[in-house]
């Protein structure tokens, strides 16, 4: 099915626009099984114009990114047990730009194992690659000069924070 299609598909209320809800069921019917928050973080992350909605173009490039983590899951899950080990994320993070140094991975690992197995499913490695994505986003707003340091206010450490997730 096109991507059009399958958008329209989904569209419930016609609206032209997706919200987490039928996004949520959307994922699900693709295997990828979210709670509403999750769903929700999805939509603002792609969210351009503060709607809380997707549109088309919203949309695409969220099945664009979710497109591109599952494949590198599948890429860097060698050993195909359907979990990635840390050295296999440190690995697929590398190959996606994301430079991050062993403890810092170690926290965002912790971050998204709940059962603490200290290895990432598809669907927590999908969030920890949406929390980078959106961190990165955030991040390069303080730090217009690309110097990848900044220096936060707590108010707007309190901004970022809420918009990371």
Known sequence: M??????DAIDVDRSGRLDAKELQRALQMGNLNFGLNDVDQMVRAFDTDNSRTLGFGEFSRLHYFLVNVQNSFQQFDRDRSGKLDPGEVMQALHQAGFQLD????????????PDNSGSLSLDEYIRSCLFL??????????????????????????????HVG
Do not use: C, E
């Not at 955030?138 to 217009?144: H, K, N, Q, S, Y």
């Not at 000069?145 to 970022?160: D, E, I, K, M, P």
């Open 2 to 7: 096109q991507l059009k299609a399958w958008f």
């Open 102 to 113: 062993h403890p810092a991975m170690m926290a965002m690992i912790s971050k998204f194992d």
């Open 133 to 162: 994505q959106t961190g990165a986003r955030v991040f390069g707003a303080f730090d217009p000069q690309r110097t990848g340091q900044v220096h936060l206010s707590f108010n707007q450490f309190v901004y970022a924070a809420s």
